[in-house]
Nanobody
Framework: QVQLVESGGGLVQAGDSLKLSCAAS????????LGWFRQAPGKEREFVTT???????YYADSVTGRFTISRDNAKNTLYLQMNSLKPEDTAVYYC???????????????????WGQGTQVTVSS
C-alpha cells in the first residue's frame, strides 16, 4: 500500500522560511520522481517543483530561486525548503510520486501516480 504523508506546514509571515517533508512508504522510493504541487482556495492544483530519478530538478517560475526540492532516499523522504515566502504561496501543498516511464511528465498532475493528503501553508502579510 503506497502512502505519502506531508508535514511541516503552518502559518508564517511574508519573508519567512518553512520546510515541508513528505514521508513515503509502500514504494521503491528511489525509482520514483517526486514532486510538489499546491492548490489555493478556489484555484486549480499547480506544479511547484519536481526532482527526477537522476536528481535533476524543475521549478515553476513563481518559485525559482526561493524554493529548493531535495530527497533523501535512505529515509524515504522528500523535502521542500521554502524561503522568502509570499502571501501568494498560501496553499495546500501536496507531494506526489511518478514511476519511471518512457515519456516523463514532470509539471502536470496527470504524470503522477500517487499523492499525499496535503499540508497547509499560510503566509500572512
Amino acid at each position: 500500500q503506497v502512502q505519502l504523508v506531508e508535514s511541516g506546514g503552518g502559518l508564517v509571515q511574508a519573508g519567512d522560511s518553512l520546510k515541508l517533508s513528505c514521508a513515503a512508504s509502500g514504494l521503491a522510493f528511489s525509482s520514483y520522481a517526486l514532486g510538489w504541487f499546491r492548490q489555493a482556495p478556489g484555484k486549480e492544483r499547480e506544479f511547484v517543483t519536481t526532482i527526477l530519478w537522476s536528481g535533476r530538478t524543475y521549478y515553476a517560475d513563481s518559485v525559482t530561486g526561493r524554493f529548493t526540492i531535495s530527497r533523501d532516499n535512505a529515509k524515504n523522504t522528500l523535502y521542500l525548503q521554502m524561503n522568502s515566502l509570499k502571501p501568494e504561496d498560501t496553499a495546500v501543498y501536496y507531494c506526489a510520486a511518478q514511476a519511471q516511464k518512457a515519456e516523463v511528465i514532470v509539471d502536470e498532475s496527470r504524470g503522477y501516480d500517487y499523492w499525499g493528503q496535503g499540508t497547509q501553508v499560510t503566509v500572512s502579510s
